[in-house]
């Protein structure tokens, strides 16, 4: 999938997350901790595959500062033996005697522990070869030879992590898990699928993965098809996509940047399978491999199981070094096109300034002072660059967002989207012009002061969220060590950083920095993206004239054996592997699973109106605070406006300070706060949980201060800036349509659930198409109506900011929690006690739904997102937690085999929320429509007719508990705890629900199996994401479905 702002990604994943792997030195720090990584995961975000379990430790405490090398080192050689204190780490790096070999072991007392292995796989082409490879190599191997191992682990693993990404010169294989035996299985099927793939001598698995000619019959039309031909169709219909693509490519003509790692989807059909097989020969080696084990288990025993699999390789020279772009001698202009839809954005632009910076990675000290100079230019809404950007009124949103620094030579990047042609030029001057005035002017003391404590406390948090910290330190290391720089230094902050402050004391470090590598750089490279209208409708063409050519060139016979290959692949991939084949798979027992489930500190008690949850863990010192306000309290009509108000509180400034010295300030002292809304529902109840969340982070010491901004912010925050607010809608519009072109699936979601129930409601005003209409309408309205916008806004800080209905969840140790009491109190005295808001307690009228009718939302792109599904509580059923594992197992076989490795979509996957009752099917940049509707109706017979023998029973009930067992750092279980308490779920359902999923039956799925019919009823309702076409083609072959269109765009 595409990922980056300056660069393209991929990842193997069943459906998108937003992939942006975590870079170098200080950008990782301050924005991986907020970031999603790239998961091959089987929902929206990865949410199947970036999660976890409860954590069995089985081996002693390790104390890395007393750790000693093993005394067998099992061939390798100790090259190096060191200490990172900043992640309190020992570090042995190891080179293997007979391949060359080499491999970063850090150990600590972190019970997640991860591995990877990562070849620097440098394309010469688009084709793809690079990211249809990391598809392959999972779909079978040696010792694992069925179809896909990778999915039979996503069935039964504890994981917390378990992926495949392809950047643009090298491919990773990363897995976690606090399990011991489960972390050993994962090492030992990845290590296999890497250097023994069955890919390489079988074709099928390449046409399924990468392309194939597909025919179902002579009479019908040949077409295209192909996993990865398919997510880079969805790929390039992405605008921003196609512009990261671009400037990629312009900035780097010499080296193998100049290509597309992922696939061209006009080049892909020019790979053919002897190319797939020797770019696995020359890359897929272990002298060309760099391996990362992390966390609290055996250092020899690592090196063990590594030596078992690289004794039978001999060294081999492998060239695979990544060349360096030579300096252009002067700046360089790329004007190109992106598919434009018949709407508004057919007028839009993209306008980016691209810079190479260096020849080769920074150096420690450099890095740091060029990763301070982007946040400095770009880190906050008040970073000087960002902020004439957004506020020059010439473009709808930023593009580029600076500073990328994971490849051998880092880059910066600028722009605006949404840009008036007539007006691409004065963007460009305004970059210009800009960081000319701010190299004479510098920066103040007050944005410099912010800078540091925001990189700092994010450097000490190291919170990154659901992804493994081990793999974040991984993907840092691989920055430096791929290019010959050095694995160890590069995850050293402290030294660096105190080096940096001092130097800032003396003298000025960012005006050389801006004059060397921004004013004064000739590599410079400005990309104009226009919108075109018939693009599409050419690409399309020019695909099926493609084929069509290659069709009128065979015979009969020919054409009869592409029909026969067809029918064979299908068969392949429609076969399950037998029982016996998967027996070679290692699985954990029921056994392996606790019985009780975990539950978190929480006490609940009252402070005055406000109900109060504290959850006692420890934290570092740092207090994770939210402050929750009955959204009740807002008038239905004003809702959709609310994620506006949330935005423009924290842009305008207070009756206190301006927006630049709140903003700086809350920098240089906290560890930042936000605002947003939240709605649920809540199972059994026609109420709605629904709250504006005020969530920030500060050191103990500094939580007064957190929570004096918080209330200054919430009582007397501006919001009469008319320019600044018509600029926040213009980004929230660009940001909603870029959300339905490229994931259009959590789009149709969010109209089925709006069709159900009054959260899903509530949440279609807030975040979903209904949010997108209505911010084209308040565009236009700013202007003929502000004092009316604005007392929109006002009314709803009068009903919603108060006491009344509100919640306060606090996480920290004892200590901390009593040492910041009095701060969090005095913010809830600073509130008042009610709002105008009469609503607060009442529930909302269960006629809020949207008509239930089957859609198609039609937009520019070459890609389908099909959403199908019915509320089962409705229909009768009675929650079980065999509805987790039955749910789990769909996403794995059938809606797997179906809709993905044979229907040729990136993802296919279903979504039961226990809460409202809505189970829905869903399918990401897939090629199908009303076929995939069918494969979703299939699901009835298919849970029916089920077999399944003890192995595969037992393999789907360990996989669900490790979701529902799931591995949180402290701010994520204080948040866990909270929702849970909102949601009425309490520990005595949680354990009942775990003791459902451990004794579920075959029997269980085919009940399901007959709860489903409500799936494909006539009440059941259709939503999907389409181009216009084939929504045409839809509406002709079903006209019974009586499909209602929505154009977006």
Known sequence: MAAKAAMMTTTRALAPAAARSAPRGVRAAVRSASTIRPSRGFGPGGVGAVRSVYCKAVEAPV?????????????????????????????????HAKTGAEVMSLSNDDENKCFGVTLRTPPANSTGIPHILEH??????????????????????????????????????????????????????????????????????????????????????????????????????????VLAREAQQALFPDNTYGVDSGGDPTVIPKLSFEEFKDFHGKFYHPSNSRMWFYGDDDVEERLKILDSFLCEFDKKEIDSTIGTQKYFTEPKRVVASYVAGEGEEADKSFVQVNWLLNDGPFDTETALAVGFLDNLLLGSPAAPLRMALEESGLGEAIVGYGLEDELRQPTFAIGLKGVAKEDIPKVEALITETIAKIAEEGFTQAAID???????????????????????????????????GDPVEILRFEEPLAGLKAKMAKEDVFTPLIKKMLIDNTHKVTIELNPDKELGKVQDEEEKAKVAAYRAGLSPEEIEKVVADTEELKRLQETPDSPEALACMPALGITDIPKEAKSIPTDVASVGATQMLTHDIFTNDILYAEHLMDLHAVPMDLMPLVPLWCRAMQRMGTSKRSFVDFDQLMGATTGGFSLSPFTSSVRGEDDVAAYLVLRGKSTSAQAGQLHDLMAEMMLEAKLDDKEIFKQLVLESRAAMESRVQSGGHSVAAGRLDAMDSVAGYVGEQLGGLAQLEYLKVLAKRIDSDWDGVVGDLEKIRAAVVSRAGSVTNLTADAKTLEATAGAVESFLNALPTEGTGSAVGVPWSTDLVLPSVNELITVPTQVNYVGKGANLYDAGYELNGSAYVINKLLGTT??????????????????????????????????????????????????????????????????????????????????????????????????????????????????????LEATRAPEARVCAVVSPDAAKAAMEERPDLDFQVTSVM
């Open 63 to 95: 104390n890395p500062t007393e750790l000693k090398p093993p005394a067998n080192l099992h061939g390798f050689e100790l090259v190096r033996e060191d200490y990172v204190a900043e992640y309190d780490s020992k570090v042995f790096f190891f080179k």
């Open 136 to 241: 392959s190599v999972l779909c079978g191997s040696r010792k694992y030879p069925i179809k896909e191992p990778f999915v039979e682990l996503i069935k039964g693993s504890l994981n917390t992590f378990l992926n495949a990404m392809t950047y643009p010169d090298r491919t990773c294989y990363p897995v976690a898990s606090c399990n011991l035996q489960d972390f050993r299985n994962l090492v030992d099927v990845y290590l296999d699928a890497v250097f023994h793939p069955r890919c390489v001598d079988n074709e099928k698995t390449f046409q399924q993965e990468g392309w194939h000619y597909e025919l179902d019959s002579a009479d019908q039309e040949m077409t295209y098809k192909g996993v990865v031909y398919n997510e880079m169709k969805g790929v390039y219909s992405s605008p921003d996509s």
């Open 450 to 484: 912010s800078s540091v404590n925001s990189i700092e406390f994010a450097m000490r948090e190291n919170n990154t969220g659901r992804f493994p910290r081990g793999l974040s330190l991984m993907l840092r290391s691989l920055s430096a060590w791929l290019y010959e």
């Open 894 to 1011: 059938w809606l797997w085999d179906r809709v993905r490795v044979s229907g040729g979509a990136y993802g296919g996957f279903s979504d039961f929320d226990s809460h409202s009752g809505m189970f829905s099917y869903l399918s990401y940049r897939d090629p199908n429509l009303l076929k995939t509707v069918a494969n979703y109706d299939g699901t009835v017979e298919f849970l029916k007719d089920i077999k399944l023998d003890k192995d595969e029973l037992t393999k789907a009930i360990v996989g669900t508990m490790g979701d529902l067992d799931s591995y949180q750092l402290p701010d994520a279980k204080g948040y866990t705890a909270l929702m849970r308490h909102l949601l009425k779920v309490k520990d005595e359902e949680r354990q009942q629900r775990r003791e459902e999923v451990l004794a579920t039956t075959e029997k269980d799925f085919k009940k399901f199996g007959e709860v």
